[in-house]
């Protein structure tokens, strides 16, 4: 079973920007796809976008498509999400999660989450 | 994109209660539909895949149906762990989408 690791929490300025990443262990990260979900505290879940790091391919929300760039590296099982453009809206807890490579994919199993605070 | 909403937005019940937990989507969702179980400080967990399968580890309690655009999520029997917030979420087009959550406490 594939477990997620995610690195620590992060605060930025407005306007910076976060590279948060995403470590698959225990099983074969090449037949999952790995996706971004953000929450921001005591609020719901929005999906940020998802990464296939077998083929390099994916897709990110239109929301943050010029924000946000989600990369992988095979050799270390890790994948990657950066935000630019910081804004204080962007604080949130950030999540990867695990799926099937097919567009109808379900999140399971989930990272620990990453706390981004985005204050001046 | 596709709107999730659930009902009710919160939910006060016993240990023993059946509880159901509605989904509804603002557009046909096929049966891509999920739903994940979510703990104070804890990340989402699934429960329920693609309408009504249930996960691998997860009680028999805990059972989902519905299609198109109207899903629900019950509870057999209300036991002490499960009092948790409560998501659905579409996967059947991007941008995948979650419903605002329901919050399960203790009457």
């Known amino acids: 079973q594939v477990q997620l690791v995610q690195s620590g929490a992060e605060v930025k300025k407005p306007g910076s920007s976060v590279t948060l990443s995403c470590k698959a262990s225990g099983g074969s990260f090449s037949n999952h796809a790995i996706s971004w979900v953000r929450q921001v505290p005591e609020q719901g879940l929005e999906w940020i976008g998802t990464i296939v790091p077998r083929l390099g391919i994916g897709s990110n929300a239109q929301k943050l498509r010029d924000r946000v760039t989600i990369n992988a590296d095979t050799s270390t099982s890790t994948v990657y999400m950066e935000l630019r453009s910081l804004k204080s809206e962007d604080t949130a807890i950030y999540f990867c999660?695990?799926?099937?490579?097919?567009?109808?994919?379900?999140?399971?199993?989930w990272g620990q989450g990453s706390l981004v605070t985005v204050s001046s | 994109d596709i709107q999730m909403t659930q009902s009710p937005s919160s939910l006060s019940a016993s240990v023993g209660d059946r509880v159901t937990i509605t989904c509804r989507a603002s557009q046909s969702v096929s049966k891509y539909l999920n739903w994940y179980q979510q703990k104070p400080g804890r990340a989402p967990k699934l429960l329920i895949y693609?309408?009504?399968s249930l996960q691998s580890g997860v009680p028999s309690r805990f059972s989902g149906s519905g299609s198109g655009t109207g899903f629900t999520l019950t509870i057999s029997s209300l036991q002490p762990e499960d009092f948790a917030t409560y998501y659905c979420q579409q996967s059947y087009f991007t941008p995948y989408t979650f419903g605002q959550g329901t919050k399960l406490d203790m009457k």
């Open positions: 693609t309408a009504s």
């Open positions: 999660a695990g799926g099937m490579t097919t567009s109808t994919t379900w999140f399971d199993p």
